[in-house]
């Protein structure tokens, strides 16, 4: 199983960025997948997850309404759009799947796969 991740980068407060995760060796179109992110010096937290059937996708407080995230089965592509960031959500952004959260948190304690991460930097 591979999750790689690519597209992060360094942009200015407001601006947008697109990641993806190109998944291989797993039936990609039947798992539930999340990005999750670390920022510096903090613990990994969930961001967002889409559903292998037709349930809307699911978005942390502090991103909802400005990431949107998407899938293309035919690719065994995950994306994660961000529009209006912010400082705050400067952090390595992982692709994941079978991820657990402390109960009534955003917190992650553990992803059974996780990609390699990309850092998404906001900051002038």
């Known amino acids: 199983v591979q999750l790689v991740e690519s597209g992060g980068g360094l942009v200015q407060p407001g601006g947008s960025l697109r990641l993806s995760c190109s998944v291989s060796?797993?039936?990609?179109?039947?798992?539930?997948m999340s990005w999750v992110r670390q920022p510096p010096g903090k613990g990994l937290e969930w961001v967002s997850t889409?559903?292998?059937?037709?349930?809307?996708?699911t978005y942390a407080d502090p991103v909802k309404d400005r990431f949107t995230i998407s899938r293309d089965n035919a690719k065994n592509t995950l994306y994660l759009q961000m529009t209006n960031l912010k400082p705050e959500d400067t952090a390595i952004y992982y692709c994941a799947s079978g991820c657990a959260m402390s109960a009534g948190t955003s917190v992650i304690t553990k992803c059974r796969i996780r990609g390699q991460g990309t850092q998404v930097t906001v900051s002038y």
């Open positions: 060796g797993l039936p990609f179109s039947l798992y539930t």
């Open positions: 889409i559903y292998s059937g037709s349930a809307t996708p």
